[in-house]
């Protein structure tokens, strides 16, 4: 028997939601493997948490998220708590602290999903810096509250920050058989950080003579996403520009819901997180009408991770089969069904 502890920070709003259909599906998973077996850790963390605490998790929260297999997130904030207090005091320290500096968004048009966009040859990666950039969380206010009141939000790329993440793009590229990396950039206005990583970009690309790489300015790149996404295998982007670009792309599939996102420590000295991409969404909050399909994704992407890529396939296969029959979906995409009802759905085609 294969025991996989997975810590759930299910967080605020419809990460709830989310959080206990994955687990559902789950168990399912569990019950028909056989061989595999989750314990659950459920962690209160959340704004509702930092109301009551004045912190979002506690002193000792990275020393109780390290001892575990994998962590499954819902969704951060909500309001009477900032989003950047909500940020900065959770999800940031658990993607720096654990080094989980790969952020893996799939972009891809399931079957049975319609998109937005007349092309629907929607099927590739972005790959997101997670530890640095723009997200470093450096800066200054000067001659605050007069009219002199002055702004810096600096950003931060060091030389091992961006080699790694490109050279993850490349090899991430190598491993599944693509020969195409295209970097994100803006260089003609960010005369710094954009120069710099366009240089390592073409340091570390010399090196993979066979890949076809090209680099395009984050403005241009978003309209490319959307005339030509056929043309996109590997997209590699700093931690804003990843961000942006990862939420249009899943705009591209038809629903915010859709689209899985993983952070990763690929030498797996700490544990990775995997969630949604979409937030808290706290208007349909508890309404039972949130599209699970991100958190299931994101459950695959996890379980592929903890290498049960056979049981990953099958969650996957499952999803697609619900997504394909086209009678039991959310209203985000068209449908009049639950989020529990996709569940069931999905967990009768595990079985």
Same mark, same amino acid.
């Given at each position: 028997?294969?025991?996989?502890?997975?810590?759930?920070?299910?967080?605020?709003?419809?990460?709830?939601?989310?959080?206990?259909?994955?687990?559902?599906?789950?168990?399912?998973?569990?019950?028909?493997?056989?061989?595999?077996?989750?314990?659950?850790?459920?962690?209160?963390?959340?704004?509702?948490?930092?109301?009551?605490?004045?912190?979002?998790?506690?002193?000792?929260?990275?020393?109780?998220?390290?001892?575990?297999?994998?962590?499954?997130?819902?969704?951060?904030?909500?309001? =009477?708590?900032?989003?950047?207090?909500?940020?900065?005091?959770?999800?940031?320290?658990?993607?720096?602290?654990?080094?989980?500096?790969?952020?893996?968004?799939?972009?891809?048009?399931?079957?049975?999903?319609?998109?937005?966009?007349?092309?629907?040859?929607? @099927?590739?990666?972005?790959?997101?810096?997670?530890?640095?950039?723009?997200?470093?969380?450096?800066?200054?206010?000067?001659? *605050?509250?007069?009219?002199?009141?002055?702004?810096?939000? @600096?950003?931060?790329?060091?030389?091992?920050?961006?080699?790694?993440?490109?050279?993850?793009?490349?090899?991430? /590229?190598?491993?599944?058989?693509?020969?195409?990396?295209?970097?994100?950039?803006?260089?003609?206005?960010?005369?710094?950080? $954009?120069?710099?990583?366009?240089?390592?970009?073409?340091?570390?690309?010399?090196?993979?003579?066979?890949?076809?790489?090209?680099?395009?300015?984050?403005?241009?790149?978003?309209?490319?996403?959307?005339?030509?996404?056929?043309?996109?295998?590997?997209?590699? /982007?700093?931690?804003?520009? =990843?961000?942006?670009?990862?939420?249009?792309?899943?705009?591209?599939?038809?629903?915010?819901?859709?689209?899985?996102?993983?952070?990763?420590?690929? *030498?797996?000295?700490?544990?990775?997180?995997?969630?949604?991409?979409?937030?808290?969404?706290?208007?349909?909050?508890?309404? =039972?009408?949130?599209?699970?399909?991100?958190?299931?994704?994101?459950?695959?992407?996890?379980?592929?991770?903890?290498?049960?890529?056979? *049981?990953? @396939?099958?969650? $996957?296969?499952?999803?697609?089969?619900?997504?394909?029959? =086209?009678?039991?979906?959310?209203? @985000?995409?068209?449908?009049?069904?639950?989020?529990?009802?996709?569940?069931?759905?999905?967990?009768?085609?595990?079985?």
């Amino acid at each position: 028997m294969n025991k996989f502890v997975i810590k759930l920070i299910p967080g605020d709003g419809i990460g709830v939601d989310v959080i206990n259909e994955a687990v559902r599906v789950l168990k399912a998973l569990e019950q028909k493997h056989g061989g595999i077996a989750f314990d659950f850790q459920n962690l209160e963390w959340s704004c509702q948490y930092y109301l009551k605490t004045g912190h979002m998790m506690p002193d000792d929260g990275m020393k109780i998220l390290a001892d575990c297999d994998a962590i499954l997130l819902g969704a951060v904030g909500f309001p =009477g708590v900032p989003d950047h207090v909500s940020l900065r005091q959770l999800l940031l320290p658990i993607r720096v602290g654990f080094d989980q500096y790969v952020n893996l968004r799939p972009v891809k048009l399931l079957p049975g999903l319609s998109s937005p966009i007349k092309n629907e040859k929607i @099927d590739f990666v972005v790959i997101r810096e997670n530890s640095e950039g723009e997200y470093c969380g450096k800066g200054e206010i000067r001659n *605050e509250n007069t009219p002199d009141e002055t702004v810096i939000q @600096d950003a931060v790329f060091t030389r091992k920050g961006t080699e790694r993440i490109i050279r993850y793009a490349f090899e991430y /590229a190598v491993r599944h058989g693509q020969n195409k990396v295209m970097s994100a950039t803006k260089s003609n206005a960010l005369n710094y950080s $954009m120069v710099f990583w366009d240089k390592v970009f073409q340091e570390i690309a010399a090196q993979y003579p066979k890949m076809e790489a090209a680099k395009m300015h984050i403005d241009a790149l978003s309209g490319y996403f959307i005339m030509h996404p056929d043309r996109l295998q590997v997209v590699v /982007a700093s931690n804003l520009f =990843g961000d942006i670009l990862t939420d249009l792309g899943s705009a591209m599939l038809g629903s915010i819901g859709i689209s899985p996102s993983a952070n990763l420590n690929p *030498e797996g000295q700490y544990p990775s997180m995997f969630e949604p991409i979409h937030g808290s969404a706290p208007d349909i909050a508890g309404k =039972g009408i949130a599209n699970p399909v991100g958190t299931l994704w994101a459950a695959a992407m996890m379980l592929d991770h903890l290498k049960l890529t056979a *049981e990953a @396939d099958i969650l $996957m296969q499952a999803v697609t089969d619900v997504l394909s029959a =086209g009678k039991v979906r959310t209203p @985000d995409i068209g449908g009049t069904s639950t989020t529990s009802e996709v569940t069931d759905a999905v967990i009768a085609a595990l079985r």
